[in-house]
């Protein structure tokens, strides 16, 4: 089972057609990466493949949950690590934590315990 599916996906700004009919699954354990010229279309991708955008068509399977109808039980099981780095240096490591989480829905009170375990 692929641990990540990607099926038909599409994504057009005004007339520019950013990602034409993706389709790809990445099995668990194996290594994957996006390689292409600049404009092609492997940021985009990655952003709909995260949540950050959403798919024109096509769709989105992380571990078995579709992206569109579940996508904070689909977000809690990735991590993604950007180009550039959104640690900010003028907070704590439990605050970045905390503000991370946030994106994600999960609750105060679990973040707090979550940010101590990582930390311990």
Same mark, same amino acid.
């Given at each position: 089972?692929?641990? @990540?599916?990607?099926?038909? $996906?599409?994504?057009? !700004?005004?007339?520019i057609v950013a990602?034409? +009919?993706?389709? !790809?699954?990445?099995?668990? &354990?194996? *290594? !994957?990466?996006?390689?292409?010229? +600049?404009?092609? &279309?492997?940021?985009?991708? *990655?952003?709909?493949?995260?949540? $950050?955008?959403?798919?024109?068509? &096509?769709d989105v399977f @992380?571990? &078995? *949950? ?7 039980? %689909?977000?809690?099981k990735m991590g ?5 780095? +959104?640690?900010?240096?003028? $907070?704590? %490591?439990?605050? +970045?934590?905390? #503000?991370?989480?946030? !994106?994600?829905? *999960?609750?105060?009170?679990? #973040?707090?315990? @979550?940010?101590?375990? $990582?930390?311990?």
């Amino acid at each position: 089972m692929c641990i @990540i599916r990607v099926e038909r $996906l599409q994504k057009r !700004f005004k007339s520019i057609v950013a990602v034409d +009919n993706v389709s !790809f699954g990445v099995e668990k &354990g194996e *290594i !994957f990466g996006f390689l292409g010229p +600049n404009g092609a &279309g492997k940021t985009t991708t *990655i952003r709909m493949l995260t949540g $950050l955008l959403t798919p024109d068509s &096509g769709d989105v399977f @992380i571990d &078995g *949950i579709d992206m569109r109808q579940s996508p904070i039980i %689909a977000k809690m099981k990735m991590g993604v690590i950007p180009e550039m780095g +959104n640690v900010y240096v003028d $907070l704590t %490591a439990k605050q +970045n934590i905390i #503000l991370s989480g946030k !994106f994600y829905g *999960i609750s105060r009170g679990e #973040l707090d315990r @979550i940010a101590d375990d $990582l930390l311990d």
